[in-house]
T-cell receptor, first 115, second 111 residues
């Protein structure tokens, strides 16, 4: 089983709203990732959690706040977003083998629209 | 720095072979990946190759790696309409945890 699930599939929010994106995996992976993907572009890395600790933050604005409550769950809390933040948000996970390939498996994404 | 480049578009007839090309710059890359993305969907891992290999075959997929020229290709044999999608190559940094993606190649399979 190489499944990463994400909820919701679609989200529409206003610029003053607070919402959260959720990601879950049950593969025993210890690294989890958030990516942002604009139309016709490749995914851009936002955050990496390794063993439930934030290990990479790619200079993402503070209106995006990641959280890793346990090794299976990853959240992305959204507050005071801008219309340009509208995108497909992808979650991924990997084993975190620290030596050999660390293949990332992606979820289906959440399509976010900020009005 | 790392840079991964792909051609934008490929059109192919059903039943023919498709070849998608990718060039990268980071000579310390350990693994190189191919992902497929259908409209509105996430990325599906197709295959990957370790940097000390020059070829890997997996059913209809053949990956060729020329490490000297930093050139990677994905060949899809007997291309089907279901293969229409965007294909991304990606390199994994030596430090791990970071993938650098190419811009994606849109493949259109015509009946």
């Amino acid at each position: 089983d190489t499944e990463v699930t994400q909820t919701p599939k679609h989200l529409v929010m206003g610029m003053t709203n607070k919402k959260s994106l959720k990601c879950e995996q049950h593969m025993g992976h210890r690294a989890m990732y958030w990516y942002k993907q604009k139309a016709k572009k490749p995914p851009e890395l936002m955050f990496v959690y390794s063993y439930e600790k934030l290990s990479i933050n790619e200079s993402v604005p503070s209106r995006f706040s990641p959280e890793c409550p346990n090794s299976s769950l990853l959240n992305l809390h959204l507050h005071a977003l801008q219309p340009e933040d509208s995108a497909l948000y992808l979650c991924a996970s990997s084993q975190e083998t620290g030596g050999s390939t660390d293949t990332q498996y992606f979820g289906p994404g959440t399509r976010l629209t900020v009005l | 720095g790392e840079d991964v480049e792909q051609s934008l578009f490929l059109s192919v007839r059903e039943g023919d072979s498709s070849v998608i090309n990718c060039t990268y710059t980071d000579s310390s890359s350990t693994y190189l990946y191919w992902y497929k993305q259908e409209p509105g969907a996430g990325l599906q891992l197709l295959t990957y190759i370790f940097s000390n290999m020059d070829m890997k075959q997996d059913q209809r997929l053949t990956v060729l790696l020329n490490k000297k020229d930093k050139h990677l290709s994905l060949r899809i044999a007997d291309t089907q309409t279901g293969d229409s999608a965007i294909y991304f190559c990606a390199e994994e940094s030596a430090a791990g945890n970071k993938l650098t993606f190419g811009g994606g190649t849109r493949v259109l399979v015509k009946p």
